[in-house]
Nanobody, 118 residues
């Protein structure tokens, strides 16, 4: 079972930045597509960014132009650089293997809380 550990969240003012990390316990190249998700209380997890092992990255409209996903294969870590944060970005952020999520076989980490507030 691949384990995922998200970190890097915190409290930031509107317009600020944070860099999230997702450490993967397996070779990240074994995962075809990784995704960054976020969730607020009472809502479903929202897929906000995808990163393929071939280097293709895509973003939800809500974060496009502000968030950048990347991966470091040497450390098996996925990153999410978040700039120009707004209160609407407040959520718990998770990463996961998209194929497992789609097939309802995903095991979730604890996530990392991002709070954007003045």
């Amino acid at each position: 079972q691949v384990r995922l550990m998200e970190s890097g969240g915190g409290i930031v003012q509107p317009g600020g930045s944070l860099r999230l990390s997702c450490e993967v316990s397996d070779d990240i190249n074994n995962i075809v597509v990784m995704g960054w998700y976020r969730q607020t209380p009472g809502t479903k997890r929202e897929l906000i960014a995808t990163s393929t092992r071939s280097g293709t990255v895509n973003y939800a409209d809500s974060v496009k132009g502000r968030f950048t996903a990347s991966r470091d294969t040497s450390s098996n870590t996925l990153f999410l650089q978040m700039n120009n944060l707004t209160p609407q970005d407040t959520a718990v952020y998770y990463c996961n293997d998209i194929h497992k999520v789609v097939n309802d076989r995903a095991s979730w980490g604890q996530g990392t809380q991002v709070t954007v507030s003045s």
